[in-house]
């Protein structure tokens, strides 16, 4: 095919030519199979059906699009959070590129992660010799202060056990003694990267607490720690921190990868940067409570705070939209005897402002909405605090217990009585949720585009638009940089729905003469 040195096409143009769109034809008609485009239109219409969405619930054995990724990829954020930590996986090469390629194209950015590629013989045969050669030479060249290990699906499969490879490395040479090589295991045929997330961090506080606990006195360093979860917005570190130090309250961040994840362009590559020290996850037990901001994506970790920390762990809520936000900072005043500052008082009123002032255009508002568990808990409270109306909810990976506290949230408020939850569902599931009862947006992460796409398929008045919010968000730009969490998240999120409700308005009233109703300059 021609290209012109001189003026090198994209796939985007380059495809709308006539000898490419002419190529794709023939190779459609000579190579592809393709059943008629009449049955294919029959199909599709067939999977907008209720008769449909019928049989895709009874789906068991397959998952289409799965709302969720796998442990060892959560296990890599947390690691990532620690000061000069290399996280390394035990398993396949290809786990980690993926891993790697998931976040680089989140964030836009180089992400640091090593694997002890096993292959076919470690396969059969166990991948300690792996682990041997792995540690050794991820210590070596990448130098890092600590290596967090996680675990793929074929190490678990074969049941690697990582407690004793590790030890054993260290009998062996491979790895000083007093070397700091915290693990977790993470077979992804359960949980998510959520549970990968909490099992990566449980394992690396239980490394520097656990057997070290004779010295430490819960609340003697007068600090409270924050424990934020799998959280991938990056303005939800810096809001929290903000809030905090406004409050003037003393804190540790426990994994925090705000300045690796998002390091300058100055000519200087930053394989490590910020993050949490092995001295502050050391003194984490001194601390006079822990807060665990995604409460129900950090089970494992709760249990080592009470049981081994003695901290109460104290119950909150994802601190998202206004009551949330409102009980978070009420904590933190309890815990610390510390006043909330006018500023926040400030803060706060700035957002009830808003939200009255954008009330008419959200109220009734339907919305479909997926990802993880509190986000998705928090971004419905919110939801519900605008007087908008959540119509499907949808979260793979979460339990019964869940459930019933999300039905309990809806059922609290006007606008959730006609909402259904689901778990366990994928976005093939969603697919045929919009299809058959069709809400105004959804809010979602990337994947929803394509469920965008097929609604429109169907036909302009099906579309349902998608709204940006969650992970990962591969086809817009640094959107991760935004806040979710606290007053400002609100605002933003806020700001958010209520513009594409308005972007949306625009567009379905712009026909001349036709659909253009009102003196539209002023909304
Ligand atoms: S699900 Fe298993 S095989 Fe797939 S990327 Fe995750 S760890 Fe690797």
């Known amino acids: 095919m021609s290209q012109d040195v001189e003026a090198i096409k994209a796939s985007y143009p380059l495809f709308r030519s006539d000898e490419y769109k002419d190529n794709l034809a023939r190779k459609k008609e000579m190579y592809e199979e393709c059943h008629p485009q009449e049955k294919i239109d029959e199909i599709f219409e067939w999977t907008t059906t209720e008769e449909y969405k019928e049989l895709n619930f009874k789906r068991k054995s397959l998952t289409i699009n799965p709302a969720k990724a796998c442990?060892?990829?959560?296990?890599?954020?947390?690691?990532?959070?620690?000061e000069k930590t290399m996280p390394y996986v035990h398993g396949s090469q290809g786990c980690v590129a993926y891993f790697r390629s998931y976040f680089n194209r989140h964030f836009k950015e180089p992400i640091a992660c090593v694997s002890d590629s096993m292959t076919e013989d470690a396969a059969v045969f166990g991948g300690q010799k792996n682990m041997y050669d792995g540690l050794e030479n991820c210590k070596k060249i990448y130098k890092p202060e600590m290596i967090a290990v996680s675990t793929t699906c074929m190490a678990e499969v074969i049941g690697d056990d990582l407690n004793a490879f590790i030890g054993n490395s260290r009998k062996e040479g491979h790895i000083p003694d007093d070397y700091p090589v915290p693990f977790a295991h993470t077979p992804s045929f359960v949980g998510s990267h959520t549970t990968g997330w909490d099992n990566m961090f449980e394992g690396i506080a239980r490394y520097f607490t656990l057997n070290y606990m004779d010295d430490k006195?819960?609340?003697?360093?007068?600090?409270?720690?924050?424990?934020?979860g799998f959280e991938t917005y990056l303005g939800n570190f810096r809001v929290i921190q903000r809030m905090l130090k406004e409050m003037d309250v003393d804190y540790t961040f426990l994994s925090d990868p705000t300045e690796v994840l998002?390091?300058?362009?100055?000519?200087?590559f930053r394989?490590?940067?910020?993050?949490?020290?092995?001295?502050?996850?050391?003194?984490?037990?001194?601390?006079?409570?822990?807060?665990?901001?995604?409460?129900?994506q950090s089970m494992k970790t709760r249990k080592?705070?009470?049981?081994?920390?003695?901290?109460?762990?104290?119950?909150?809520?994802?601190?998202?939209?206004?009551?949330?936000?409102?009980?978070?900072?009420?904590?933190?005043?309890?815990?610390?005897?510390?006043?909330?500052?006018a500023s926040l008082e400030l803060e706060r009123g700035r957002l009830v402002d808003m939200i009255t002032d954008s009330h008419a255009w959200l109220h009734g508002k339907k919305f479909a909405l997926w990802g993880d568990a509190d986000y998705v808990m928090g971004m419905t409270k919110f939801l519900?605090?605008?007087?908008?109306?959540?119509?499907?909810?949808?979260?793979n990976h979460a339990n019964k217990r869940w459930k019933k506290a999300m039905q309990q949230i809806l059922s609290d408020s006007p606008y959730g009585m006609d909402c259904e939850v689901h778990t366990g569902k994928d976005l093939w599931h969603m697919r045929s949720l919009v299809f058959t009862n069709k809400p105004?947006?959804?809010?979602?992460?990337?994947?929803?585009?394509?469920?965008q796409r097929d609604t429109l398929s169907k036909g302009k008045e099906f579309e349902v638009p998608l709204i940006r919010i969650g992970f990962p968000i591969f086809d817009r730009h640094h959107l991760h940089r935004d806040t979710t969490l606290g007053y400002e998240g609100a605002i933003y999120i806020l700001?958010?729905?209520?513009?594409?409700?308005?972007?949306?308005?625009?567009?379905?009233?712009?026909?001349?003469?036709t659909t253009d109703y009102n003196y539209d300059l002023i909304r």
């Not at 998002?262 to 200087?268: I, L, S, Y």
């Not at 490590?272 to 050391?282: F, H, I, K, S, W």
């Not at 984490?284 to 409570?289: E, F, G, K, L, V």
């Open 262 to 268: 998002d390091t300058p362009a100055d000519g200087k």
């Open 440 to 451: 105004d947006f959804m809010i979602g992460n990337s994947y929803g585009k394509f469920i």
């Open 271 to 296: 394989m490590y940067a910020g993050g949490t020290t092995q001295d502050e996850v050391r003194d984490a037990p001194n601390a006079i409570d822990t807060l665990l901001l995604q409460p129900w």
């Open 217 to 228: 006195e819960v609340g003697s360093n007068g600090k409270i720690n924050i424990v934020p």
């Open 495 to 513: 700001k958010t729905l209520v513009n594409e409700v308005l972007a949306r308005l625009d567009e379905e009233t712009r026909g001349m003469g």
């Open 71 to 82: 442990q060892p990829l959560g296990a890599v954020l947390c690691a990532l959070g620690f």
């Open 384 to 395: 519900l605090e605008l007087g908008a109306e959540p119509t499907h909810i949808l979260c």
């Open 304 to 341: 080592l705070v009470k049981g081994t920390w003695n901290q109460p762990a104290s119950d909150i809520k994802i601190p998202m939209g206004l009551e949330w936000t409102d009980n978070f900072l009420m904590k933190i005043s309890e815990l610390t005897g510390k006043p909330i500052p």
